[in-house]
């Protein structure tokens, strides 16, 4: 009984991993350069076009989500038999359906039903 | 079908009509997949929030735009007080791990109070905002502000007052494996509300000051 108790122990410790010191000093350190960057870049003003400085800290801004769900959240592909990424993916499926299709409904919905451009190309 | 009840009430035996669970589960074993799929819930919410945040966004009803409100520097400082409430809480696990008490409730305090900067620097902004006129009833814009930064605020709130419960509990029955299972979650709990930030000063503050 205390060797299957223990069986099942161990298998939910390797379920879930947890992470050592040096894993979470390098996702520390790497979060801090993927967070300044994007501050400096907005309040610095260093590159000319806003649209080059909103794409470039949308990159940064995805990296350190990466970097956070590996070295804080620990996450892996075998974790809970892989039960948490396919969790993680059909969320991210969600919420990318959620963001975009929001976005480029209510963009042509605002574009499209300007007060007189309706009635201007009404035949 | 029919047979088969009948014969199990022939043979005086209460039918069976489910499977009987034929292995067992230590307790608490799923207890990490379930809150991750909480948290993943969670982030819809979130997700819906961003979505309105972003469509209206630019709504400023003439009143005050981003530009005029937001701090950069505090937002920066803001970031830095939760992203070092994740590294402390880190440790707090990695002590946990090697049985430390002491050190544990340690770096619980120190991540809590890192937490309640956070949370005392946002309600300060969201003070001022308020008594310059900014207040959620402005503009659309200030109302989707306000409803996606607050609920994150909520959150980080809640998380405190969980901290503190599981503080209690550790100081009162140790590290024991129920304990260690709770702190884990609230370990998932903190650092997703980490993740959502980065979302929040990115798209909120910066891409604001860049309309």
């Known amino acids: ?123 | 079908m029919n047979t088969r009840i009948t014969i199990a009430q022939d043979s005086a035996e209460v039918p069976v009509f489910y499977l009987a669970d034929e292995h067992e589960h230590a307790e608490g074993a799923s207890t990490a997949l379930g809150f991750w799929i909480y948290l993943m819930s969670d982030c819809l919410i979130f997700a819906v929030l961003f979505a309105i945040f972003g469509v209206l966004g630019g709504n400023y009803a003439a009143g005050p735009s981003p530009r005029d409100l937001f701090d950069l520097p505090l937002v920066a400082v803001n970031t830095s007080m939760l992203l070092l409430s994740s590294i402390t809480y880190g440790f707090a696990m990695l002590t946990m791990e090697k049985g430390r008490i002491g050190a544990t409730q340690r770096w619980l305090a120190v991540t809590a109070l890192f937490g309640v900067a956070f949370v005392g620097i946002e309600l300060s902004e969201f003070a001022h905002m308020i008594h310059e006129g900014a207040t959620p009833q402005r503009s659309a814009f200030l109302s989707s502000f306000f409803t996606l930064v607050g609920t994150h605020g909520l959150h980080v709130t809640f998380g405190l007052v969980w901290m503190v419960t599981l503080m209690v509990q550790v100081a009162q029955h140790g590290l024991i494996e129920a304990n260690r299972r709770r702190l884990m979650c609230l370990s998932m709990f903190w650092h997703f509300l980490d993740v959502i930030w980065i979302g929040v000063f990115t798209f909120v503050y910066l891409m604001g000051m860049l309309r």
Do not use: C, K
């Open chain 1, 1 to 123: 009984m205390s060797a299957d108790t223990h069986v099942v122990h161990a298998d939910h410790a390797a379920g879930h991993g947890h992470g050592s010191l040096r894993s979470y000093l390098i996702g520390f350190g790497l979060s801090v350069v993927l967070t300044a960057i994007p501050f400096w870049l907005v309040m610095s003003g260093v590159l000319d076009s806003r649209q080059a400085t909103a794409l470039t800290i949308m990159v940064f801004a995805a990296a350190q989500i990466v970097v956070h769900m590996i070295f804080f959240l620990h996450m892996s592909a075998g974790s809970e038999n892989g039960w948490t990424m396919m969790a993680l993916i059909f969320t991210l499926v969600i919420v990318g359906i959620t963001l975009s299709g929001s976005l480029w409904v209510m963009y042509h919905l605002n574009v499209n039903m300007m007060p007189g451009h309706a009635m201007s190309h009404m035949p």
